[in-house]
């Protein structure tokens, strides 16, 4: 059974930093694209950031400006996100999620529960 | 960029009726990579259409999509109880990958 598991959602400063972790198993981790897909509260989807299965392509979204950073390690199943610079507008919930593909970037065939990231003071 | 279009915001219906939502793109969506979500209460979403009209493993067949270009179809043949949530829109045959903003359906 394919299984992602988020933690390290949290309460953050704005202009702080988290990283938030996706723990993946039941399948072969190391075979498929991951992604990070977000949900402000009573909002829609918004997709985040995208890596290739063995991170030869990362892609953001134009509206993180470059304070988003995707990274993987294969050895440990395990999907990371680095956020800097966090602003009031990145509060949401944060899904990690499988992509259908291992080399290209389709769509999401299975999420994780998410975790909340609360940018406050 | 493509903006997906959900209709209509809100969808009021009975178990047992017809449910037809409908996704349009701002442009065509190349090879109809379109897929669709269910996303309940609380829940993360669920993939329920890929290809604009393949279910994905364990869908009801009561949930079908169709269309091309850019007009796309959801529909629920006769709802259930536990089909009553929101549903979204997804296009993947462009980058950056979009969403529609959802529609959804709510028990008459």
């Known amino acids: 059974e394919v299984q992602l598991v988020e933690s390290g959602g949290g309460l953050v400063k704005p202009g702080g930093s988290l990283r938030v972790s996706c723990a993946a198993s039941g399948f072969t981790f190391s075979g498929y694209s991951m992604n990070w897909v977000r949900q402000a509260p009573g909002k829609g989807l918004e997709w985040v950031a995208s890596i290739s299965s063995s991170s030869s392509y990362i892609y953001y979204a134009d509206s993180l400006k470059g304070r988003f950073t995707i990274s993987r390690d294969n050895a440990k199943n395990s999907l990371y996100l680095q956020m800097n610079s966090l602003r009031a507008e990145d509060t949401a919930v944060y899904y990690c999620?499988?992509?259908?593909?291992?080399?290209?970037?389709?769509?999401?065939?299975?999420w994780g529960q998410g975790t909340l990231v609360t940018v406050s003071s | 960029e493509i903006v997906l279009t959900q209709s209509p915001g809100t969808l009021s219906l009975s178990p047992g009726e017809r449910a037809t939502l409908s996704c349009r793109a701002s442009?065509?969506?190349?090879?109809?990579?379109l897929a669709w979500y269910q996303q309940k209460p609380g829940q993360a979403p669920r993939l329920l259409i890929y290809g604009a009209s393949s279910r994905a493993a364990g869908i009801p067949d009561r949930f079908s999509g169709s269309g091309s270009g850019t007009d796309f179809t959801l529909t629920i043949s006769r709802l259930e109880p536990e089909d009553f949530a929101v549903y979204y829109c997804q296009q993947y045959g462009s980058s950056p990958r979009t969403f529609g903003q959802g529609t959804k359906v709510e028990i008459k």
């Open positions: 442009q065509s969506v190349s090879s109809s990579y």
């Open positions: 999620a499988r992509d259908s593909s291992g080399y290209y970037f389709y769509y999401f065939d299975y």
